[in-house]
């Protein structure tokens, strides 16, 4: 029996320095395999694999939008709600420069620049969450109030949900 060994994150670390309960998963990374993928590999619902994903407004202020897998974030309704003009994705590079995490693998938790975090306030209905570790195909296991206790999280309503492909 062969025991797994699982990444020690700048994310990890952090959950660690709160004492966070978590557990760690790790899949079969796809590149654009997103959160369909993580979650059939893992056995879960899409809905709670949460997306982590670098915005920024049409000032160029960065930030990070936490947002249900089977959902797409509205950017018209979350800059109206942050009185911002736009919001749009950050480009991957400036992205990866702000979080220390390439895209696929980004965490809201032990980013290299500590930026603002919104979230889909249903995320913290549910009882349990699978969101990023901090490495491409590591996600991590928490109770969603647990972020509330390492992150100041503004929570907003920006979710649609994605059409069927």
């Known amino acids: 029996m062969t025991k797994t060994t699982y990444p020690v994150t700048p994310a ?3 959950l660690r320095n709160h004492n966070i309960p978590y557990e760690p998963h790790i899949y079969d990374y796809q590149e654009r395999g997103g959160t369909k993928r993580s979650s059939a590999s893992l056995g879960v ?3 709670i694999i949460i997306k982590t994903l670098v915005m920024e407004t049409d000032s160029g202020a960065s930030l990070i ?4 897998g089977d959902c797409e974030v509205s950017t018209q309704s979350l800059a109206r709600q942050l009185g911002a003009k736009r919001i749009a994705p950050c480009a991957p590079d400036k992205a990866q ?3 220390g995490y390439m895209v696929g693998g980004t965490s809201p ?3 290299r620049t500590e930026l ?3 979230a889909e306030r249903t995320i913290f209905d549910l009882p349990l969450i699978y969101i990023n570790g901090g490495k491409r195909g590591f996600l991590v296991s928490l109770a969603p109030r647990d972020l509330k ?7 907003v309503e920006a979710a649609i949900l994605k059409s069927a492909t």
Do not use: D, S
Not at 65 to 68: A, E, G, I, N
């Open 65 to 68: 939008v936490l947002m249900h």
């Open 12 to 14: 990890v670390r952090a």
């Open 109 to 111: 938790l032990g980013t």
């Open 97 to 99: 420069k702000l979080t």
């Open 149 to 155: 206790r390492v992150l100041k999280i503004e929570e």
């Open 45 to 47: 619902n899409e809905h």
């Open 116 to 118: 603002p975090v919104y």
